[in-house]
């Protein structure tokens, strides 16, 4: 079947996944992701994509198999804390001079996009697409018709603004977090 299936034949892939699909959502649920099946998906994705390159024996395929389901779980993890670090500290921003009512009624993904809005749409935007979206620079800078690096210059400007009028910190250079 691994064999048929690095020819691309959709039967061949079909028997994998029959073989390795309940392995794989057991291990995404003990490694407690929200969503097995949307990673399981991711991981199928990429197994489809890149059978064809693969060499080697089943044992082989069972490790770069599972190698690829963990990499996907550590991008969901990681994509999963940038959006709650964004989206849910944005319900305890502190803000200043009385700006808290106007926001008393806003939920926290209009708050974030309040708060976006304050920059200029180029670094709004650069923000929204790889902070918020987890978009990799050379996807952003693409959407953008921009440089890589005037991608990477975009968010670290928008995001220095933000830390001026407090309400963005910088915990790690891969993340920020909102002040409470």
């Given amino acids: 079947m691994l064999e048929r299936a690095r020819q691309g034949e959709r039967e061949g892939l079909a028997e994998l996944w029959r073989s390795f699909q309940a392995p794989l959502l057991r291990y995404l649920t003990t490694k407690r992701m929200q969503s097995p099946e949307d990673v399981a998906s991711r991981v199928w994705i990429d197994v489809a994509s890149s059978i064809d390159r693969f060499e080697g024996d089943e044992d082989d395929f069972r490790r770069w198999f599972f190698t690829i389901a963990h990499r996907r ?11 709650d670090k964004l989206f849910n500290a944005v319900d305890d921003v502190a803000t200043a001079d009385g700006a808290d009512d106007d926001y008393d009624s806003a939920t926290a993904l209009n708050r974030a996009l309040a708060l976006l809005s304050s920059l200029p749409p180029d670094q709004a935007e650069a923000i929204m697409l790889k902070v918020v979206n987890d978009m990799p ?14 991608v990477r210059v975009l968010v670290h400007r928008g995001l220095a603004r933000l830390r001026r009028k407090n309400v963005v910190t910088k915990s790690h250079p891969a993340t920020m977090k909102l002040v409470s």
Avoid: F, L, Q, Y
């Fill in 73 to 83: 779980c550590v991008d969901e993890i990681r994509r999963s804390i940038r959006h």
């Fill in 137 to 150: 620079v050379c996807d952003v800078a693409s959407v953008m018709s921009t440089s890589e690096g005037n």
